[in-house]
């Protein structure tokens, strides 16, 4: 009988090692023993799903991105207006993103020394942002929302969320993230409501 295959939980197990690793001790002094320790695998069993350091931090990227952007996609389809759909967004995501800023931005140093990393950040921030743009599309179909630029709206409330991250990370007793985006969206979508 074929054994059944692993590869999808046991790369998730050292991706989720790797966070707990990167967030101690930093990108630069972390080592693939490091990582392999805290997944309680074999240095081998890491190396067979990532080559390097470089892989599994694209493989951290990769999974922060694919549930950010499936939460996003989710409510897309669900009941209610824009306001209210992206108010649940912010209120399911924005404890996990105020918990990983840190690496989050590791990431963005790496980005700019590493062209592979800046393409997969500069590919969720496209999706990203495109995912918002069809929000505030159904805004302005549905006649919640004036007619207005979606792409203007979609880039500011992703440099919103960003950068209320950064705060957050940098004044975290000054910055209550959730609190200053939820107050943020009530005042952009009041500025959009169709007259």
């Avoid at 997944?39 to 951290?60: C, N, Q, T």
């Avoid at 996990?96 to 963005?108: D, F, H």
């Avoid at 995912?131 to 792409?151: H, I, M, S, T």
Wanted: include cysteine.
């Amino acid at each position: 009988m074929p054994r059944p295959d692993v590869s999808v939980e046991r790369k998730l197990q050292i991706v989720e090692a790797a966070i707990q690793v990167f967030a101690r001790k930093g990108f630069d002094a972390a080592r693939m023993e490091d990582i392999a320790h805290e997944a309680g695998l074999s240095i081998g069993g890491v190396y067979w799903y990532f080559k390097s350091k470089d892989e599994v931090i694209v493989g951290i990227m990769q999974a922060i991105i694919d549930a950010d952007v499936k939460t996003l996609r989710d409510l897309l389809d669900a009941p209610g207006t824009v306001h209210e759909r992206l108010t649940q967004y912010v209120q399911a995501t924005i404890t996990a993103a105020i918990e990983t800023t840190s690496l989050c931005y590791e990431l963005y140093g790496l980005a700019l020394r590493d062209t592979k990393v800046r393409r997969h950040i500069r590919a969720f921030f496209t999706t990203y942002r495109d995912v918002l743009a069809e929000f505030v599309q159904q805004g302005v179909k549905r006649g919640e929302y004036r007619k207005v630029d979606v792409n203007l709206i979609a880039t500011m409330f992703a440099a919103l969320y960003e950068g209320m991250l950064e705060m957050t990370m940098l004044d975290p007793v000054g910055v209550d993230a959730e609190v200053m985006l939820l107050g943020a969206l009530d005042l952009i979508f009041a500025g959009l409501e169709a007259k």
